[in-house]
């Protein structure tokens, strides 16, 4: 059965019947889930086999952002605190294999939760690559400042996500560190030149161009397209994220109802997709914009479903994990740098 290039979110924690009937209706290739739709864990993975069995695919992807710190959907009193992504930075200031162990325990040990559940996407590494005086949306999730950094802690997050049977999808790519404003509310351009792009926002996501997933910035890069962000510009989704960064796998927009674009929804989605987008993700429930986004979104064809078959062929099976000595090993490490 064929699904719709789009991720839907839905509404709370138990599907509408218009919800149920728009979902069979529309099929589309994969769910994504907020603090909305969580209550406990057995509430969260009833939720997660009935998305699955409206579309009929035991396998769809179902997505979470689940980083740690301030962007970590499910949290107490069912699951634990991670640390935010600047505390593998400092451990790695410290020593860099200690960065590295830290990132790869706690995207392990959240990997595991999340496989408890059903779901198998985690929206997570991020690249990005802050600087002075950007807007605080990015801040202490971010691993560092110096682009080869990012990218090494952000592929031992990387593969503790893998260890653990979950896909992950980089983020925000080309890069969304330099912004000065956050995307959810309005469209930051930057207006550096396209060597520092080059040598610092791009470089970061280079080395992990083999991820199976990445997800856009709406973030404007005058020296590139100064109309449209990287989300809706064919420019640089074809120059940059296929051609510099030489990212080959699936990418899905950050969420078409943000601030950040302009037009209606259905006109934002006819953009997505027109730039290149293979995926076009949509993040808030409210069922007409689902309806808008379903309406103008193609059917998964040609190189798109090959990219997505791609990415979900390439999950494997979780390892073996002692939680408990996990979790241990991740807490005395953070004990070393305290609260960043």
């Keep these: 059965m064929s699904s719709r290039a789009f991720i839907t979110g839905i509404s709370g924690p138990e599907l509408s019947a218009d919800e149920r009937e728009f979902i069979r209706a529309e099929l589309p290739w994969g769910f994504i889930l907020f603090k909305r739709n969580i209550e406990t864990p057995a509430q969260v993975a009833s939720l997660v086999d009935e998305l699955r069995d409206l579309i009929g695919n035991a396998d769809a992807p179902v997505l979470i952002d689940q980083e740690g710190g301030r962007v970590q959907r499910l949290g107490p009193p069912h699951w634990p605190v991670y640390p935010p992504g600047a505390v593998f930075g400092a451990l790695y200031d410290i020593d860099p294999q200690l960065g590295f162990k830290a990132a790869r325990l706690s995207s392990r040990l959240i990997a595991a939760d999340l496989i408890d559940l059903g779901i198998t996407v985690d929206c997570l590494p991020l690249a990005d690559v802050p600087i002075a005086g950007a807007d605080a949306v990015i801040g202490n999730r971010a691993y560092g400042t110096e682009p080869g950094k990012v990218a090494a802690i952000a592929r031992a997050v990387t593969e503790g996500l893998e260890q653990g049977g979950v896909l992950p999808v980089l983020k925000h790519i080309p890069g969304h560190g330099r912004a000065t404003a956050d995307s959810h509310f309005r469209l ?153």
């Design 188 to 340: 930051p351009t930057v207006d550096s030149t396209r060597e520092e792009l080059d040598r610092t926002d791009f470089a970061a996501f280079q080395p992990l161009a083999d991820l199976p997933m990445a997800m856009t910035a709406h973030v404007v890069f005058s020296a590139l397209d100064p109309v449209h962000p990287a989300t809706t510009s064919a420019t640089i989704i074809r120059q940059v994220i296929r051609g510099v960064i030489g990212f080959q796998g699936l990418l899905m927009s950050d969420d078409v109802s943000m601030n950040a674009l302009a037009g209606s929804i259905a006109e934002r989605t006819r953009a997505i997709v027109n730039a290149g987008c293979d995926m076009v993700l949509h993040c808030n429930g409210k069922l007409d914009e689902m309806r808008d986004v379903a309406a103008e979104t193609p059917e998964l064809t040609g190189e798109a479903l090959n990219r997505a078959n791609r990415a979900l062929a390439s999950r494997k099976a979780p390892l073996p994990l002692d939680r408990q000595a996990a979790r241990a090993e991740l807490d005395a490490l953070m004990d070393r740098v305290g609260t960043v």
